[in-house]
């Protein structure tokens, strides 16, 4: 299971957070945290991770989406997930979507 899965039992959906403007140049992205007072620089692997997390995927789903493109590298595409996904969980820029009751 993805490093931001583990121990969450049933796999987790993962969205932005609110509190995030995001400016892209050249596919990477610079998002400023409204409550703290923060930027955060992600490069174009993160960038593309963070848009996925839109509240209707795991990151087996992204790693599915981003495997479409590049077959002979799924498990390297599925390492880059987990590492994006543990970043931005870490940063406060994603959340896991609450469960349904």
């Given at each position: ?46 960038t593309v ?24 590298a799924r ?27």
């Amino acid at each position: 299971m993805p490093a931001g899965d583990k121990g969450q039992g049933a796999a987790i959906v993962w969205q932005k957070r609110n509190d995030f403007i995001s400016d892209e140049i050249d596919g990477e992205a610079l998002l400023y945290c409204t409550t703290q007072h923060e930027v955060i620089h992600l490069n174009e692997t993160a960038t593309v991770i963070w848009k996925l997390c839109d509240g209707t995927r795991t990151s087996a789903d992204i790693t599915d989406v981003l495997s479409v493109h590049y077959p002979e590298a799924r498990a390297e595409i599925a390492a880059d997930v987990s590492e994006a996904i543990s970043f931005l969980l870490k940063r406060g820029t994603i959340e896991p979507l609450p469960p349904l009751p």
